[in-house]
């Protein structure tokens, strides 16, 4: 079955500085692999995927996410951090190979930027 | 925004009572997802469907029935409410490509459901 670790609950980062929110994953397949955020009393929207091709995956905000195959990994990035950035972010695997409907998410971890 | 409503926004029931969550799209999207969201667990999948009268089971379905007689409609059903069905409930819409889910998920505003 496959699932998503989310190492870190939280992550706090002055504004104006790169971030990392690190997210690694289990499947048996190939993995579609996604990056969700959550404001403060809002609902969840979609900000990347990987598919296939590119390991660099651009997305919404200004955030991009790096496929590391042999790592296991599909970590968020974005080279300087906003306040507004401030939010709860989800890593989510769905197993490609095996044709399995389910998407997975992880636990979530929450990202601070610092004014 | 993606056509989803939530029903009802805000739940409050006994033990022991039967609960049912409606989610409602407009998008004519086949993939429909129920996820709840609780502190420390993140978003955990309940049961999906990838399309009218087909669903399985997710991560934590024990306690939880669906059904999906119609494209828009999926319905979560609680037989039995516990205090641990306490949760904000999501549903997520998605379209298909292939023959599969994109993954591409677009959310509902939640269902809090409190359980006494």
């Known amino acids: 079955a496959q699932s998503v670790a989310q190492p870190e609950d939280q992550v706090n980062v002055a504004e104006g500085n790169p971030l990392t929110v690190k997210c690694t994953y289990s499947?048996?397949?190939?993995?579609?692999l996604f990056w969700y955020v959550q404001y403060p009393n809002r609902g969840l929207q979609f900000l990347l995927k990987?598919?296939?091709?590119?390991?660099l995956v651009k997305g919404s905000y200004g955030f991009e996410a790096e496929f590391n195959k042999s790592q296991t990994s599909f970590h968020l990035k974005k080279p300087s951090a906003l306040v507004s950035d401030s939010a709860l972010y989800f890593c989510?695997?769905?197993?490609?190979?095996?044709?399995?409907?389910?998407?997975?998410f992880g636990k979530g971890t929450r990202l601070h930027i610092l004014p | 925004d993606a056509g989803i409503t939530q029903s009802p926004r805000h739940k409050v029931t006994e033990t022991g009572t039967p609960v049912t969550l409606r989610c409602h799209q407009t998008?004519?999207?086949?993939?429909m997802y129920w996820y709840r969201q609780d502190p420390g667990h993140g978003l955990r999948l309940i049961h999906y469907s990838y399309g009218v009268k087909d669903t399985d089971k997710g991560e934590v379905s024990d306690g939880y029935s669906v059904s999906r007689s119609k494209t828009e409609d999926f319905l979560l059903t609680l037989e039995s409410a516990t205090s641990s069905q306490t949760s904000v409930y999501f549903c997520?819409?998605?379209?298909?490509?292939?023959?599969?889910?994109?993954?591409?998920?677009?959310f509902g505003e939640g269902s809090r459901l409190t359980v006494l």
């Open positions: 997520a819409i998605s379209e298909g490509t292939s023959g599969r889910p994109t993954g591409e998920l677009f």
């Open positions: 990987y598919i296939t091709g590119d390991n």
């Open positions: 998008e004519n999207h086949r993939y």
């Open positions: 989510a695997v769905r197993d490609e190979e095996n044709r399995d409907d389910k998407i997975i």
């Open positions: 499947v048996s397949g190939n993995p579609y």
